[in-house]
């Protein structure tokens, strides 16, 4: 459906992977090795991003060179950090290889992803800017069955809006995460099944720092249907998660089963444009909002563990001024309904507005400009807003 097949956010390459469409590698090297059967998929790009914030998040944070809603100041801290910040960084740079090789059992294929936001390895913003690479995505498949670290099959990745921003809408589902999945074409597009990795995130009495139990005992369990419809795409998934706590501090022991359903769709508008959304609702969307958001769970005084309505999405429209030049606008949100007795520190919602105009000179190359308002609103009242301008240039190879 896209126009150009290299958006600014490139959250994942689309090829040599069974889970999506083929336009994103056009311009990555593909060769055949010698007296093999296995070809070799090599590509990634290099991005600059410019940005001027209202705010600041604090030195070397990460806070002022990606959207980051947990990071947004709040109530009397808000003020200690009305500041005006500039930042320039090159951390979104991004390398993959992927193969794919024929077997009697269908195709194999590999792929591995990573960008430079990883550990800053004791460099800084002062002298060398070493930030670490980090492994985005590592994954395998032989016919229908894959495995490795991806992302979440509740989620549709193809479906995110085109923004400058890395950190992108706050109201999309955003996990990467180790899993086995099952993926089976049909007539009408795909179903999946997948079980993986859990992690229980918990508020806690007393706390604004949300708490990890480290306790589980079940795998996540998701289910999607992809399939064509009247001018798009679209998905549904669910999710089904045990959140568990036992732990001596704080003194806990519980478990509550928990789910979501999440719909996306893509819709063509015209000869270009398209209009984009995602829908999330549940009681243990949790650490699936975009940014780890919102808790899975909630304990009480007598350390019993608590679920809570919780709702996300976006809608996001981009339009094509010229076949070169484009925007999108995007608006999105979270929220959820917290238990009386949370702590006034913890996250209950949060919003957020994109605006952008990017060209595309060519096609391997992306200059563009975004400007950005977003909001943060803790259980007790107290929120906080940020206000960010940011300019990026990416080249792709």
């Known amino acids: 459906m896209n126009a150009l097949p290299s958006p600014f956010r490139f959250r994942s390459v689309l090829v040599a992977l069974p ?8 311009h990555a ?30 030195v070397d944070s990460v806070g002022d060179q990606q959207l980051n809603p947990n990071l947004i100041p709040v109530g009397a801290s808000a ?14 740079s991004r390398l993959f290889f992927g193969s794919t090789t024929p077997t009697s059992y269908g195709e194999l ?3 591995i992803e990573g960008d430079f936001f990883g550990d800053i390895n004791s460099a800084n913003e002062s ?18 069955f894959g495995a490795g670290q991806y992302w979440t099959n509740l989620m549709n990745q ?12 706050v109201g999309e589902i955003f996990v990467r995460q180790a899993q086995v999945r099952w993926t089976q074409p049909v007539s009408f597009g795909d179903w999946s099944v997948s079980a993986e990795n859990p992690e229980s995130v918990l508020a806690v009495p007393g706390s604004a720092t949300t708490f990890r139990s480290d306790s589980d005992h079940v795998p996540d369990l998701t289910a999607r249907v992809k399939f064509a419809g009247n001018r798009g795409t679209y998905t549904l998934g669910v999710l089904a998660r045990q959140v568990r706590v036992d732990a001596a501090a704080p003194a806990a022991k519980d478990a509550r089963w928990g789910g979501a359903i999440a719909a996306t769709g893509i819709i063509a508008v015209g000869e270009r444009d398209d209009l984009r959304f ?17 808790p899975d769970g909630y304990l009480d005084a007598d350390g019993q563990l608590q679920l809570a309505q919780q709702r996300s999405g976006f809608a996001a429209y981009r339009h094509f001024w010229t076949p070169t030049l484009r925007s999108s606008v995007v608006l999105a949100a979270a929220e959820s309904e917290p238990p009386a007795g949370t702590f006034g520190a913890i996250n209950k919602s949060d919003r957020s507005q994109h605006l952008n105009l990017i060209w595309s000179p060519v096609k391997q190359v992306n200059l563009g400009g975004e400007v950005i308002h977003a909001r943060r609103t803790v259980t007790g009242g107290d ?9 990026a240039a990416q080249y792709l190879f």
């Open 19 to 26: 889970l999506a469409g083929a336009s994103a590698l056009a």
């Open 109 to 111: 294929k590999t792929y």
């Open 278 to 294: 995602d829908l999330n609702a549940g009681n243990a969307i949790g650490r699936y909002q975009n940014g780890a958001f919102l």
């Open 79 to 92: 003020g200690a950090h009305k500041t005006d910040q500039v930042t320039f960084h090159a951390r979104q």
């Open 383 to 391: 929120s906080g807003t940020l206000n960010r301008l940011q300019f």
């Open 127 to 144: 002298s060398t800017n070493g930030n670490g690479f980090r492994v985005r995505l590592a994954w395998g498949s032989l016919g229908n």
């Open 158 to 169: 193809d479906a995110y809006p085109e923004t400058v921003d890395f950190g992108g809408a």
């Open 29 to 58: 090297a593909t060769f055949k090795l010698p007296d093999s059967d296995t070809s070799l998929t090599v590509g990634g790009y290099v991005k600059l991003d410019a940005i001027r914030s209202d705010k600041s998040a604090g």
